[in-house]
């Protein structure tokens, strides 16, 4: 798993404390270092023509094992899951130990749902303004659908970030945000995006924060 903290006034040492949490292998960290360094820095792009429908059906079975995105996150993010009789693939009830804010959330498919919601690590606006305007549909909708970018988290955390980028949000969970800025890092290289120069060191400065297990 992963780290980091940066808290707005939060003691230095309680910072670490909650980074300790989710500790990362020292590969782990050099591997993101690496990748960060090689991530092409610009200026964002217009958000001219963006919409969500640029990357194509929400939730769609990319995958084809039958079941949507959305629940497949809530099935391998939530613990305890009951699934529909009529259809193993939806999941109506679970547990979330949220990344994001580190409380525990309790989910019931219904008018409860968007308590939990299924959060794009690099959100999709971002990825438009910084090289996905120049993909192909099928990317698009790849991307959207790649579970390495997708975590179900607690709901009102998910509207504040929006689109932001590492400079303009990070979870208040400050122990979980090494590992947020690792991942987000993982799929920006994956995928070919660039970063802001304020993202990069936003990243950067997460990844001084990590804290390294044996």
């Known amino acids: 798993m992963l780290a980091v903290a940066i808290g707005a006034g939060a003691p230095a040492w309680s910072d670490a ?41 929400a939730w769609a079975d990319v995958d084809g ?3 949507d995105t959305r629940n497949d996150v809530l099935a391998r993010d939530l613990t305890a899951i009951t699934t529909d009789p009529d259809d193993a693939c939806i999941v109506r009830t679970g547990t979330l130990d949220d990344p994001y804010t580190d409380e ?9 749902s968007s308590e939990v919601q299924i959060d794009h690590v690099v959100a999709l606006a971002d990825a438009w303004q910084k090289g996905a305007q120049q993909w192909t549909a ?3 909708e790849r991307f959207a659908n790649d579970p390495a970018n997708l975590l179900a988290v607690d709901g009102p955390a998910n509207q504040q970030k929006g689109a932001g980028d590492a400079a303009t949000w990070l979870p208040s969970n400050t122990g979980y945000r090494c590992v947020y800025a690792l991942r987000q890092i993982r799929v920006k290289a994956a995928y070919g995006l660039w970063v802001t120069a304020a993202e990069r060191d936003a990243l950067s400065d ?9």
Do not use: H, M, S, W
């Open 104 to 112: 525990v959330i309790a989910f019931e498919r219904g008018e409860r």
């Open 17 to 57: 404390q909650d980074a300790a949490r989710f500790p990362v292998t020292a590969q782990v960290l050099e591997d993101g270092r690496t990748a960060l360094d090689a991530l092409p820095v610009k200026g964002r792009a217009p958000r001219t023509d963006y919409a969500r429908e640029q990357f194509g059906e």
């Open 65 to 67: 094992n039958g079941c």
């Open 138 to 140: 099928e990317k698009r």
């Open 206 to 214: 997460q990844l001084d924060r990590c804290v390294v297990t044996d």
